[in-house]
């Protein structure tokens, strides 16, 4: 049996209507309040190994919650928007993006990934975490690997994904059963 803590990074420093993937954000000023509440509901738990996104927003939670030297994977890292990073979504003039919006789960981003592409990254280090004997794992990560994970765990159908995106600092703890059986989530924070 393998426990999952999927950690959530705390608010960025963008504006909602900004178009943000893999672009290296800053935080909010309110980092160290919303981190403290992290690392206060981790509550100590001893991991056997720490996983984050290598992106900053990632990182940082993951140090101030005592885990400097997590592993970094880009697996791991949110879906890349390619050429939309950093633009206001109601901006973009890509011609692509109304056929995006019919069909995110197919179509690609122009210069980026599709959803599909962003769950077979997620699938591969699921994979590979699969076949290690740890017991504990936290992953710091963002809202749509976290979703992608779950998904992948059966937890969350795709159609209904994003009505699970955990809030900015919110931790889902799951348990993989050790051979066949389903893996349940166990908390929401």
């Known amino acids: 049996m393998m426990e999952l803590t999927l950690i959530r990074h705390t608010s960025v420093a963008v504006a909602p209507s900004i178009c943000y993937g893999q672009t290296d954000v800053a935080l909010n000023d309110t980092f160290e309040t919303e981190a403290e509440k992290v690392k206060r509901d981790l509550n100590g738990t001893v991991f056997d190994i720490v996983f984050t996104s290598p992106l900053s927003r990632c990182r940082l939670l ?47 981003v122009t210069g980026g990934e599709s959803y599909i592409q ?36 059966g937890l969350v159908r795709v159609e209904e994904a994003f009505d699970h995106q955990p809030p900015y600092g919110g931790i889902v703890r799951v348990t993989i059963p050790s051979a066949s059986g389903t893996a349940q989530e166990t908390k929401e924070s």
């Open 62 to 108: 993951a140090d101030y919650c005592g885990f400097p030297n997590a592993e970094q994977d880009t697996r791991l890292m949110e879906m890349n928007f390619g050429d939309w990073e950093m633009q206001r979504w109601d901006e973009i003039t890509d011609p692509r993006l109304q056929e995006w919006f019919d069909d995110y789960v197919h179509v690609c």
């Open 118 to 153: 962003h769950g077979e990254r997620i699938a591969s280090f699921m994979a590979q975490l699969s076949q290690k004997p740890y017991r504990r794992v936290a992953i710091f990560t963002h809202g749509g690997s976290m979703l992608h994970i779950l998904t992948a765990l």
